[in-house]
């Protein structure tokens, strides 16, 4: 069972995202902002992926600079992220792509393709039997 981070500033989004992350039995730790995303990066060593938005919010960096700056630090360069956004201007898509993404995803989009990406970016392990995890963690920069 692996962590995964979410990064999106829409509250029903980023539920919806734990909910696909909780159905392929992994764990959801899920915060709106890209401070939060960072903190969350340097104190759980268990991260294992990344799902991230490129809108974070209105006072907050992109989630293309905040890959850049992930990117360029020594510790997770080689972190597997999913961009789910709807933000598909060509100079953005681009940029991501750049930054070695396992997949671009854009919203709306079909459960099952997300799914999909989740498991292979992990691995495609197999899903807990019973699932004990200890829920999603929603972190609002707020707080």
Same mark, same amino acid.
């Given at each position: 069972? %692996?962590? /995964? ?5 829409? &509250?029903?989004?980023? *539920? ?11 764990? #959801?730790?899920?915060?709106? %902002?890209? +401070? ?5 990066? +340097? ?14 919010? &209105? ?5 293309? %600079? ?5 990117? *360029? ?6 972190? &597997?992220?999913? /961009?789910?956004?709807? +933000?598909? =201007? &060509?100079? %953005? ?6 930054? *070695?993404?396992?997949?671009?995803? =854009? =919203?709306?989009?079909? #459960? +099952? ?15 807990? /039997?019973? *699932? =004990?995890? #200890? ?9």
């Amino acid at each position: 069972m %692996a962590k /995964v981070l979410i990064l999106e500033d829409d &509250p029903r989004i980023a *539920n919806y995202l734990a909910e696909l992350v909780l159905a392929t039995g992994h764990v #959801p730790l899920a915060v709106d %902002a890209a +401070e939060r995303a960072q903190s969350l990066l +340097e104190t759980e060593p268990a991260i294992e992926l990344l799902i991230l938005d490129y809108h974070l919010g &209105p006072e907050s960096t992109t989630g293309l %600079a905040f890959l850049g700056a992930l990117r *360029n630090s020594g510790r997770h360069q080689r972190l &597997p992220v999913i /961009v789910c956004s709807g +933000e598909t =201007k &060509p100079a %953005a898509v681009t940029g991501f792509l750049s930054l *070695n993404i396992v997949d671009f995803v =854009k =919203k709306p989009f079909r #459960p +099952e393709r997300l799914i999909g990406d989740i498991e292979r970016a992990l691995g495609a392990r197999v899903p807990a /039997v019973e *699932n =004990k995890s #200890p829920g999603t963690r929603i972190i609002r920069a707020r707080d």
